[in-house]
Structure formats: structure tokens, C-alpha cells
């Protein structure tokens, strides 16, 4: 099992930058499918990023070519790099973490992006 916890979120202005990190504990991370999803205010739950644990990545199209996942396994973490932020980016962003039929989830980071 992994325990998730994420920082990094806040206020930026359009079209700046946030770097998010996601921090996990437990045993065999590596082996773990990663992924960023985000939920704004009376919205579903949405994926935005996710990466295989052989490093695969992928993007919902709302933020190809603005935001990047990585993961560095020494350290148990992921990051999402968020470029070119725009207002309707403003959600909670959460981590999960998928091996087979086991999900964890993170509590989640507020970003806002706000002038």
C-alpha cells in the first residue's frame, strides 16, 4: 500500500507556472501506475495526466503541450509541471496511485488561477 500527499498548489496569475508534488510512503512504488486528476467546483472528477510505471505518459487533450507528469522512484514522488495556466485550470488537484485492483488517493491541492 502507498499514503499520497500533495503540495505545490495556490494562486497564479494566467499564464503562470506551478510545479505540483506528490509525495508517497509505503513499499514497492515503482511499481505503481501514477496519475493527476482534478476536480473544479461542481465538476466531476477529471484525469489530466497519468503515467505508466514503466514511464509511459499520457494527457487529457485540455492540457497537452501545457502540462508535464514525472516521477522520480528513488524518491517516492511525482510531479506535474503546469505551464500556461489558464482560469478554467482552477480545481483541487489530487494524486493517485493504481496497482491492480488497489487505488489510493491523496487529500488533494487547491490551485487557482486568478488575475
Known amino acids: 500500500q502507498v499514503q499520497l500527499v500533495e503540495s505545490g498548489g495556490g494562486l497564479v496569475q494566467p499564464g503562470g507556472s506551478l510545479r505540483l508534488s506528490c509525495a508517497a510512503s509505503g513499499t514497492f512504488f515503482s511499481r505503481y501506475a501514477m496519475g493527476w486528476y482534478r476536480q473544479a467546483p461542481g465538476k466531476q472528477r477529471e484525469l489530466v495526466a497519468a503515467?505508466?510505471?514503466?514511464?509511459?505518459?499520457s494527457y487529457a487533450d485540455s492540457v497537452k503541450g501545457r502540462f508535464t507528469i514525472s516521477r522520480d522512484n528513488a524518491k517516492k514522488m511525482v510531479y506535474l509541471q503546469v505551464n500556461s495556466l489558464k482560469p478554467e485550470d482552477t480545481a483541487v488537484y489530487y494524486c493517485?496511485?493504481?496497482?491492480?485492483?488497489?487505488?489510493?488517493w491523496g487529500q488533494g491541492t487547491q490551485v487557482t488561477v486568478s488575475s
Open positions: 503515467l505508466t510505471s514503466s514511464g509511459t505518459p
Open positions: 493517485k496511485a493504481t496497482r491492480g485492483e488497489y487505488t489510493a
